[in-house]
């Protein structure tokens, strides 16, 4: 039964995407820079020219989806989608940015006296990522010389993309522009401009550059990257999905390619082109998350599952990373390793710390009622260690609820 309903999920995942080496009898070789969550193991086919954002301008006309008009809208009403809630908030001022995302509706594309490709003020310096969408590239700002980190697409791929029966790639990223415009959190990569000229196919979002690395790079089978680091980078996850969670925002894709750490070890989540908003507590979900490997065991089955509950479960997988330096439940083929993540038992060093190894079990019981919740894990001993608990973070948005409150 499980091969014919991993036969049917394949084609969503293409393949493992796997962020770092260790762990798999297949090594890939680790950029020296962050990818700001752009898989760089997709099929080689999917990645667009390796100089996309040097092409020349086109013009491009389309919408990216029909919606019923008149009465059949509101007969035929389905549940609210991400991009409705979240343009629904915005009406409302419900959005924790207290200084919004600048629209820049006119793309520039010249260069600089040295040569050095520009878009508007941004000078081009080198590539830092792709993957299946687009890529990902390291630009100066010709103005106050600050770096950033440009998401750059070609809409008229993007509409050909199918990533599900009714959305494009587009859709995907339109919903990634909108719920990066609502975020402000200290453990989250800020979105700072989209750009986008309805004259071109261009389109680019421009991020907070940073200048680290993954929480997993320097770990393997040696020992990982031990307690302490663990433990710190943990607590940053945890803040920032606590946060995500909050607002009934499910990340689909936490790994450790999409944990970007600063230079002074702040973990910053990035990648939310997968992610999906609801409005209330029902947060349940059927398309396929992200990656294979971190995938939690109800979303191999092909069922409807709940969000929040997998994207804990990838927090424990990326947990087990950062400690033993592998993956938890690894076969040689995806039908192999989503067996093992339903059926194979969660295997843990004998000599492990007692905390740590309730932990790790809580985060990856394979029941998702009985896994930990992440208000647990914030609270577990080991977590908070000697370091004390997450802060709480009060956002933007919660601040104008209780000042509204008191009026």
């Known amino acids: 039964m499980l091969s014919k309903i ?81 343009r629904l908030r915005e009406e409302k001022g419900m959005i924790c940015r207290q200084y919004p995302v600048q629209e820049t509706n006119k ?86 401009e989209v750009i986008d000229d309805p004259n071109t196919d261009h389109f680019y979002m421009v991020l907070e550059y940073v200048e680290g690395k993954w929480v997993c790079e320097g770990s393997g089978p040696q020992g990982g990257l031990g307690e302490t680091t663990a433990r710190m980078y943990l607590q940053d996850i945890v803040s920032g999905l606590m946060y995500l969670h909050a607002h009934n925002i499910v990340h689909g894709d936490i790994k450790p390619d999409n944990l970007l750490v600063t230079r002074d070890g702040t973990v910053k989540i990035g990648d939310f082109s997968v992610s999906q908003v609801f409005e209330d507590d029902n947060d349940e979900l059927c398309r396929s998350p992200g990656t294979p490997v971190f995938t939690a065991p109800e979303c191999c089955l092909g069922l409807t599952y709940r969000g929040k509950a997998a994207d804990t479960w990838a927090v424990g997988v990326t947990l087990y990373c950062m400690i033993l330096g592998q993956y938890p439940f690894l076969g040689e083929t995806l039908q192999d390793t989503y067996e093992k993540i339903v059926n194979s038992p969660l295997v843990l060093p004998d000599d492990m710390n007692r905390g740590l190894k309730n932990l790790l079990e809580g985060l990856l019981c394979k029941d998702p009622n009985m896994r930990m919740t992440l208000e647990a894990v914030a609270k577990h001993s080991w977590v908070i260690g000697d370091a004390g608990q997450i802060p709480q973070y009060l956002c933007w948005c919660k601040q104008k609820s209780l000042q509204m409150g008191k009026i």
């Open 107 to 192: 793309v520039v594309r010249l260069e600089d006296e040295n040569g050095n490709k520009m878009v508007n003020e941004y000078v081009r310096e080198c590539k830092i990522g792709a993957g299946s969408y687009g890529k990902v590239v390291l630009y100066r700002s010709s103005i106050d010389r600050k770096h950033f980190a440009i998401k750059a697409f070609h809409k008229s791929h993007l509409l050909k993309l199918r990533v599900a029966p009714s959305e494009t790639a587009m859709t995907d990223v339109l919903r990634e522009v909108l719920i990066m415009k609502t975020l402000d959190h200290p453990n989250i990569v800020n979105l700072i």
């Open 6 to 86: 991993v036969a049917r999920i394949i084609g969503c995942c293409g393949c493992f995407g796997f962020g770092f080496g260790f762990g798999s009898s297949t090594r890939h070789k680790r950029q020296l820079s962050p990818t700001y969550g752009f898989n760089k193991h997709h099929s080689l086919e999917l990645l667009l020219d390796e100089e996309m954002e040097d092409d020349g301008d086109c013009s491009y006309n389309g919408d990216v989806t029909d919606t019923p008009q008149g009465d059949d809208a509101e007969l035929h009403s389905p549940p609210k989608c991400s991009e409705e809630i979240l």
